[in-house]
């Protein structure tokens, strides 16, 4: 990061840019609440097969059987009867921007993500509460047999892959929020890379939340053939709104033999949203999974990102980053399940908290019997920037297999008053040096990201830090 | 007589509870260099946090006035943009930031051409024998106690303040470097910077032109005088200026 790069975001007055909101004017909304009638309707509106109605119905039981998570952050205020489960901002689907409505093409335009598309990416999809609005995918890639779209495209013409994949890594019954997803899931991608193709620039799909209290339920797909390389994008932002809304995505990514998926997450909600996410992947042998996560918004999160490791020389590598601020709990972390031999992991984790936040990391490794000459390692540091923030670390190992090497390290810094003193004597007040404190802190993961990301996330950091609020 | 840049006045502090100065009265012209000895724990470093403004030294009496302004409510950073400067005896570090992008805020936070970094902090770092990647290194991370010193006084380079407090920063440095500490500190005073330099041993001082020297013992200045003083000090320890037993 240059120094003109860190003034730009200092000076910028960005916070137009996320909590703006449009006026609500849905072709479609669901009542109030979750009930059969609700499934259906969506079901209808997406004249879906049998076979999916059916798995939904399947959520639904799910979801109206099993309890809340008995861990993590206090749930009590999250009123399912209050939240509107689907809304359908337009007729149509665009594949031009063009033909995207003009206050939702607006919208986007704020966010960048026209821009970004001719700048760096190879497809970009955009959903707008329930559903993707535009989706657009480079035609080279097309011509290769890469798929992106939303699932309900590939429902309809890709069958075979969904009813393979759909649901086998986090079924219904897995917990709560899943059950949820499955029962009204809505929009979200589906990507599917044939064998030996690489994609080159990234595919990026934005989630936008304009309506208030909207349930916003993507389900993500993707599967990466033999020796196939993606890198998908997930970016998303909501206006901040008096009412809670809930945001409970389902992620399923397939990395079949030797492939390599990496899968960025930038997460800016506002901070009356809930966001339950359950992300699982599976590599087979020789395959690579990254997870890297950047939560700094929400009022609530909780998301541990997945893999199991199911073939030799299978690796994972998740990053997370949580940022906690004030009514903010970052409740974040990764599971790894060492399933075959000879299989790698990195988990790395750094959390700040501030003005009240609160901040945990939950971390789950298991390597199990039959898993011989496994590595892994995990790292955990947490910055608490005052004495009213707090971070709490949860690590749980299972190591069946004595050759298995693992190694664990947990830090937790403070900010001290002699540090801030420092910056003070060289003329950097507290709020700024703060900032710099906490950009220093991330940059090393921050770097892993394409520039424009790495800029906006230094942006955000700095904007809710100092308070650069125009 | 000229107007002074410093002008401190019966200053009273205490450190968490503790009086550590009883009354310390202390003028500086704009352009001078001051030499402030004395044994440990006589108040020394107290002084120099309580005029830089560390918030754990609490005022309990007197005034001091800056640049023409009341110096003791401004918050350090407010003083540190006002001119002063505050070299630490032992400086902390700051993981995760490196040395340029810290003074890079710090130049920022002045509004000053930020130019100044890159141009100005790798031949002050050459010059007092550093490393060269101390530049991008954390600021004060991984320093030997020598290094971080001569790393506090590289920033005078950038910052250019009216009036550079340094506190012991010739300690823990071999002949070479203290050679080369000296340099600095002799251009900068040439060049208009006023100073207060705090040290236990004269051997800096052989390289230097000191317009004044004060001994402070038990938490007051009890002589001040010229160049002549330190060399008495040198000669006879603090023995003699040290309160009856």
Known sequence: ?470 | MSTSLLNVRNLKVSVGGKAILFGVSLKIIPGELHVLMGPNGSGKSTLAKALAGDPAVHVTGGSARFAGKSLLTQAADVRARAGLFLSFQYPVGMPGLSLSHFLTAAVRERKWDESAVARELPPMLNFLQLPSDVFSRDVNEGLSGGEKKRSEIAQLGVLLPKLAVLDEPDSGLDVDALQALAKVIDRFHRQGMAMLLITHYSRLLKYLRPDAVHVMVGGKLVKSGGPHLAEEIEQRGYEPLLPPV
């Not at chain 1, 980053?321 to 299989?343: I, S």
């Not at chain 1, 190591?399 to 298995?404: E, F, K, W, Y």
């Open chain 1, 1 to 470: 990061m240059t120094p003109d790069r860190l003034r730009q975001i200092v000076t910028s007055k960005p916070a137009s840019r996320y909590s703006f909101r449009d006026p609500e004017r849905p072709v479609l909304r669901s009542p109030k609440g979750l009930s059969k009638v609700v499934v259906d309707l969506i079901s209808e509106q997406k004249d879906e097969p049998a076979w999916m109605r059916r798995i939904r119905h399947e959520g639904l039981r799910h979801f109206l059987r099993l309890p809340l998570p008995p861990f993590g952050p206090d749930l009590s205020r999250l009123k399912f009867d209050e939240l509107y489960f689907y809304l359908k901002p337009s007729e149509r689907k665009a594949q031009t921007w063009d033909d995207v409505p003009p206050e939702i093409q607006r919208t986007f335009n704020r966010l960048q993500l026209p821009k970004y598309e001719q700048e760096f990416l190879a497809g970009v999809g955009a959903q707008y509460d329930s559903e993707n609005i535009y989706h657009h995918v480079l035609p080279q890639l097309r011509k290769q047999g890469v798929i992106f779209s939303d699932v309900e495209t590939a429902v309809r013409e890709r069958p075979d892959l969904v009813k393979k994949y759909f649901g086998k890594l986090v079924p219904s019954s897995d917990n709560k929020f899943a059950a949820l997803n499955t029962a009204v899931w809505s929009g979200g991608s589906f990507i599917y890379v044939p064998p030996h193709v690489h994609v080159e620039l990234p595919l990026q799909a934005y989630f936008r939340i304009n309506a208030s209290r909207m349930g916003q339920f993507e389900r993500t797909l993707i599967i990466a053939d033999e020796g196939s390389f993606v890198h998908y994008v997930e970016g998303c932002s909501a206006p901040t709104y008096q009412a809670s809304a809930l945001h409970s995505a389902v992620v399923e990514v397939y990395a079949e033999r030797s492939a390599h998926v990496r899968y960025t997450t930038l997460q800016n909600w506002s901070k009356n949203v809930y966001n339950l996410v359950t992300k699982r992947a599976r590599a087979a042998a020789n395959a690579t999974v990254e997870w890297v996560d950047f939560n700094l918004g929400s009022g609530v999160t909780m998301k541990y990102p997945a893999v199991l490791l199911t073939g030799r020389g299978a690796r994972a590598d998740i990053l997370s980053m949580a940022y906690a601020g004030k009514h903010q709990h970052q409740d974040a972390g990764a599971r790894v399940l060492h399933l075959a031999p000879e299989t790698s992991s990195v988990i790395t984790s750094k959390s700040v908290s501030y003005g009240g936040g609160r901040t945990t990391f939950r971390g789950r490794l298991r390597v199990a019997p039959n898993a011989a000459d496994c590595r892994s390692q995990i790292s955990c540091q947490a910055l608490i920037l005052d004495r009213h923030s707090a971070s709490d670390t949860f690590p749980t190992l299972e190591v069946d297999n004595a050759s298995a090497v693992v190694a664990h390290e947990a830090s937790v810094a403070k900010i001290s008053d002699a540090q801030m003193f420092y910056a003070g004597t060289r003329g950097i007040p507290s709020k700024q040096a703060a900032a710099l404190v906490v950009n220093g802190f991330f940059e090393p993961l921050i770097k892993e990201l394409p520039m424009e990301y790495a800029v906006e996330m230094n942006r955000l950091i700095e904007m809710e830090m100092v308070g650069a609020v125009g």
